[in-house]
């Protein structure tokens, strides 16, 4: 009886950190490789994305049937935020903003694999919304802030009025 080994997803090709304008088409490319062959899936900031009218997503078989392809395209880069306004509140209506943090995950029953890097639109800095989150004494936090916008000089957390300086590896008492 013949058994394939299984092998945990690896990258041969990835994507790298771009600058673009607002209006421009983009195209991203993860090519992994393993068995049995990886499913590919993308995110911005955090966020799956699956096909719609804006953003396309096709998936390939390597030629060797070693490995699968992913592009991922997006027919015009957007900045558009909506705002509109009431007596005592801004709201924000729509916020088409595809710059940000983007990841190829690649996964199969061996193993998972990711790749990120930054998209970033020539335009005004800004934050897009975050959720609510709670945090364990004691227990691992990671708090990504999605920022969008290029170019950007510097981007920092506060805490009330005070900026809050760490490193990598940082622990916050807050």
């Known amino acids: 009886m013949f058994s394939k080994t299984e092998l945990a997803p690896s990258f041969g090709t990835v994507f790298s950190e771009q600058v673009e304008v607002s ?9 992994a490789l393993g068995q049995p062959i990886p499913t590919i899936k993308w995110k911005i900031d955090g966020i799956q994305v699956t096909n719609t009218r804006r953003y396309n997503i096709q998936s390939l078989m390597t030629p060797d049937g070693k490995g ?10 957007t900045t558009k935020v909506s705002v509109s306004h009431s007596e005592q509140l801004t709201h924000i209506t729509d916020l088409l903003q595809d710059g940000g943090s983007y990841e190829c995950i690649a996964s199969n029953s061996a193993g998972t694999v990711s790749h990120k890097s930054r998209v970033n639109i020539i335009g005004p ?9 709670t945090a364990i004494q004691g227990d691992t936090f990671t708090l990504d802030c999605p920022y969008y916008g290029y170019p950007i000089d510097e981007v920092y957390f506060t805490k009330g009025k005070v900026i809050l300086i760490f490193s990598e590896s940082a622990m916050l008492n807050l």
């Open 23 to 31: 209006g421009s088409h983009a195209s991203f490319k993860c090519l």
């Open 68 to 77: 699968s392809i992913s592009i991922f395209n997006i027919q015009s880069l």
């Open 125 to 133: 800095p800004g934050i897009k919304y975050i959720e609510n989150m």
